[in-house]
């Protein structure tokens, strides 16, 4: 999402200055007017403010993270005012680049049949939820939203483009090939270390372990069970499945719903190798499920194998993206940020 902020401090320098200036500062932008180009592509205002509100609670987020803020200040007051806007702004431009340049590839690879606006994006807004209106009344089922916000759809359409656009990407632009899913397959094994981090509950292997019979899975959890009030934490082994936890206090019925939760989400295939994830609450805590790897004592079946490729396709697809956006021609109206920041740029929600 970042293009870095190289490319906007040129784009946004003077805003300091301009502020001194006070009452000769230009009128705010018109709504129709660009607030920038992403290869010749406008980005209207009315658009940009979208997405800057949608993604405002992200983008402070990343700026707490990237900015070592602690949890217990805010962001704004940390910054000041003033900074705090513009390195919204600066997020804000170094997505809507994002953006442009996915469906500047959609476009190229057929995908879209003409290029994004707004305006269009907007029409096909009103016809769909027109469209849903109409079933709705006429007594047939509407799947999903009922009616869609400008937020709702623009993300829908979005997601429909990248899914789209994987589909449609010639191989050898992806670069991804059979021996490198056994690459990846083998390598997945080296990231089953706890690396000195305090986790509640480890587990590896989930699909064996979803495949048990009920007995088993019972033996499963009585042996964890015991394990954590006697044995103070550690490691062990059984079908496929490893554990360890922190917590000595857990029931056996409260281990029963946090590994059962864990088997539901089936993360293991939805997450690239080596990823953590992540929070499952239980009563008053939350723990934290990692995922390691797959059982290697069996072969990868035919679906496995297919959801590592898709993982590996959609890396490279992020890859792919990321190039085209660091080089992608960026032009900001600078008139129409001084005056942004001289009003005090957006109120949060």
């Known amino acids: 999402m970042r293009i870095g902020r190289a490319l906007i401090a040129a784009a946004v ?76 702004l600066e997020k804000n431009i170094a997505y809507m680049t994002s953006l442009r340049t996915e469906q500047a590839l959609g476009l190229e690879y057929g995908v879209l049949s003409e290029a994004f606006t707004y305006d269009g994006f907007l029409t096909a807004l009103e016809e769909e939820n027109h469209r849903r209106e109409a079933r709705l009344a006429a007594g047939e089922p509407v799947y999903g939203l009922r009616r869609f916000t400008p937020e709702q759809y623009y993300g829908y359409r979005m997601d429909a483009l990248r899914t789209d656009l994987l589909a449609a990407l010639p191989e050898e632009v ?25 986790v509640d509950c ?33 490691f062990i082994t059984r079908a496929g499945v490893t554990y360890t936890a922190e917590e000595k206090t857990l029931t056996s019925a409260q281990l029963r719903e946090l590994i059962r939760q864990s088997f539901d989400a089936e993360f293991l295939l939805a997450m690239s190798p080596g990823e953590i ?49 660091r080089t992608a021609g960026v032009r900001v109206n600078q008139e129409y940020l001084d005056a942004y920041l001289a009003e005090g740029g957006e109120p949060s929600r």
């Open 13 to 88: 320098a003077g805003l300091a200055a301009a502020a001194a200036v006070g009452a000769s500062l230009p009128q705010r932008a018109a709504p129709e007017a660009y607030v920038l180009t992403v290869d010749g592509s406008p980005v209207c205002e009315e658009e940009f403010l979208l997405m800057l509100r949608e993604n405002r609670t992200a983008y402070e987020g990343e700026l707490r993270e990237e900015l070592y803020i602690p949890g217990d200040r805010s962001v704004e007051e940390t910054l000041g005012e003033k900074r705090f806007q513009r390195l919204l």
């Open 174 to 198: 992806l670069g991804v090939e059979e021996a490198d899913v056994d690459v990846c397959y083998q390598s997945i094994g080296r990231y089953a270390q706890m690396d000195g981090e305090t």
């Open 202 to 234: 480890l587990l590896c292997d989930v699909t064996a372990a979803r495949d048990l019979p009920a007995s088993e899975q019972e033996a499963l959890y009585a042996d964890i069970t015991d394990m954590l009030a006697g044995r103070g934490g550690g």
């Open 277 to 325: 994830s992540a929070p499952f609450p239980l009563g008053e805590r939350t723990y934290i499920v990692r995922y390691l790897g797959f059982d290697k004592a069996e072969a990868l079946t035919e679906s496995e194998r297919a959801v590592l490729r898709l993982r590996l396709e959609e890396e490279a697809y992020r890859q792919l993206l990321a190039e085209r956006t």
